[in-house]
T-cell receptor
Framework: GESVGLHLPTLSVQEGDNSIINCAYSNSASDYFIWYKQESGKGPQFIID?????DKRQGQRVTVLLNKTVKHLSLQIAATQPGDSAVYFCAENISGNQFYFGTGTSLTVIP | NAGVTQTPKFRILKIGQSMTLQCTQDMNHNYMYWYRQDPGMGLKLIYYSVGAGITDKGEVPNGYNVSRSTTEDFPLRLELAAPSQTSVYFC???????????FGDGTRLSIL
């Protein structure tokens, strides 16, 4: 099957700094990408998504960048807060029905 | 709206026992999914459904069965529990068209 991988399994940042979480995908036919946040004991929670016809999309304190040339996706979190501590997953969609998830990056925010 | 509700939250089974993990959603979503998540890993797709009466295998369907008799419910059945099925199981749903999935809070299953 297709793989979605993350460059850094763990990331620690100081409160107030910006965080960048990276994701590599392998299928150039992927046309839709999603970032999820998963807190301990909870299911994944949608953060932001982007379609392959876009390079950048912004939400509240979050920005997703898509570089189709190198098949790379990143999530930027501005002014990281303790409540942002969680595991972050990227997911890609190819067929329209199925999604493939990466292994996740654990973000720890240091007060 | 309650969203996606999974029951039970925790369960311990003995090898060879069977059980059904329940999943229900109140958002009238066509698509529903079952994933398993092993420690430190991402989600692996077990089965999915694009509507009532239609189900399809995902990446890791062996040892599981599903049914979709209504739009709301998508139960996952383990017939002969094995230790390799110890995992956290997540159910998700999404509406027609391209969009994110909504997840339940999972069922933590241990098979001893």
């Amino acid at each position: 099957g297709e793989s979605v991988g993350l460059h850094l399994p763990t990331l620690s940042v100081q409160e107030g700094d910006n965080s960048i979480i990276n994701c590599a995908y392998s299928n150039s036919a992927s046309d839709y990408f999603i970032w999820y946040k998963q807190e301990s004991g909870k299911g994944p929670q949608f953060i932001i998504d982007i379609r392959s016809n876009m390079d950048k999309r912004q939400g509240q304190r979050v920005t997703v960048l898509l570089n189709k040339t190198v098949k790379h996706l990143s999530l930027q979190i501005a002014a990281t807060q303790p409540g942002d501590s969680a595991v972050y997953f990227c997911a890609e969609n190819i067929s329209g029905n199925q999604f493939y998830f990466g292994t996740g990056t654990s973000l720890t925010v240091i007060p | 709206n309650a969203g996606v509700t999974q029951t039970p939250k925790f369960r311990i089974l003995k090898i060879g026992q069977s059980m059904t993990l329940q999943c229900t959603q109140d958002m009238n979503h066509n698509y529903m999914y079952w994933y398993r998540q092993d420690p430190g890993m991402g989600l692996k797709l077990i089965y999915y459904s694009v509507g009532a009466g239609i189900t399809d295998k995902g990446e890791v369907p062996n040892g599981y069965n599903v049914s979709r008799s209504t739009t709301e419910d998508f139960p996952l059945r383990l017939e002969l529990a094995a230790p390799s099925q110890t995992s956290v199981y997540f159910c998700a749903s999404r509406p027609q068209g391209l969009g994110p999935q909504h997840f339940g809070d999972g069922t933590r299953l241990s098979i001893l």
